[in-house]
């Protein structure tokens, strides 16, 4: 089993569309979770962090589920400049490493 | 916004060369990783370092491969006998606080992308 387990999309959704994206990871010791959003060619930047009790950002909302071991981002009211490659992202003790997902990758159209 | 700078951005050289990409970390971050991604694939951990020495590798980085801070900023990465399948983008980051993770932010640099031909 991969350690981060993504859906690789493509998922096209029209522009005001509501998406949701769930990743999964088989280290039950994992201990930190993230949404990165990467564009073409371009570094990973950090969208946000996943807590336990779920956090909201605008129009971002990430869930955590410890006992199934997964992760979701909700986007509400996509915008075209949504579009991008949306990489879950988890570490374990201490920070020796990030463990990336292969990517969701979104296409919000006109 | 702080930031990790990387060179060169893009470096083509052939296969059996040696390879030194650079890096420099935020200045007052202690935790620096590699990682790399080939065209389409995923991105991959390469190395984490702490404290002037290697804290986790993976099973990419080989022999070929070694890492250094030669002088308390520049933190590098250096591929020994290139190949083919070395062509990827390589992405420098670095982290603040190794006291707590949660909150804080892993910067990326913008990468250099080594193409080998």
């Known amino acids: 089993r991969k350690e981060v387990e993504q859906d690789p999309g493509p998922f096209n959704v029209p522009e005001g569309a509501t998406v949701a994206f769930n990743c999964t990871y088989s280290?039950?010791?994992?201990?930190?979770f993230f949404w990165y959003r990467q564009d073409c060619r371009k570094e990973p930047k950090l969208l946000m962090s996943v807590y336990s009790s779920g956090n909201e950002d605008g129009r971002f909302t990430a869930q955590l589920n410890r006992a199934s071991q997964y992760i979701s981002l909700l986007i509400r009211d996509s915008k075209l400049s949504d579009s991008a490659t949306y990489l879950c992202?988890?570490?374990?003790?201490?920070?020796?490493?990030?463990?990336f997902g292969t990517g969701t990758r979104l296409l919000v159209s006109p | 916004e702080p930031e990790v700078t990387q060179t060169p951005s893009h470096q083509v050289t052939q296969m059996g060369q040696e390879v030194i990409l650079r890096c420099v970390p935020i200045s007052n971050h202690l935790y620096f990783y590699w990682y790399r991604q080939i065209l389409g694939q995923k991105v991959e951990f390469l190395v984490s370092f702490y404290n002037n020495e290697i804290s986790e590798k993976s099973e990419i980085f080989d022999d070929q491969f070694s890492v250094e801070r030669p002088d308390g900023s520049n933190f590098t990465l250096k591929i020994r006998s290139t190949k083919l399948e070395d062509s990827a983008m390589y992405f420098c980051?670095?982290?603040?606080?190794?006291?707590?993770?949660?909150?804080?932010?892993?910067?990326f640099g913008e990468g250099s992308w080594l193409t080998v031909v």
């Open positions: 980051a670095s982290i603040g606080s190794v006291q707590s993770f949660s909150g804080n932010t892993i910067y």
């Open positions: 992202v988890v570490t374990s003790l201490g920070f020796q490493k990030l463990v």
């Open positions: 280290n039950s010791a994992s201990q930190s």
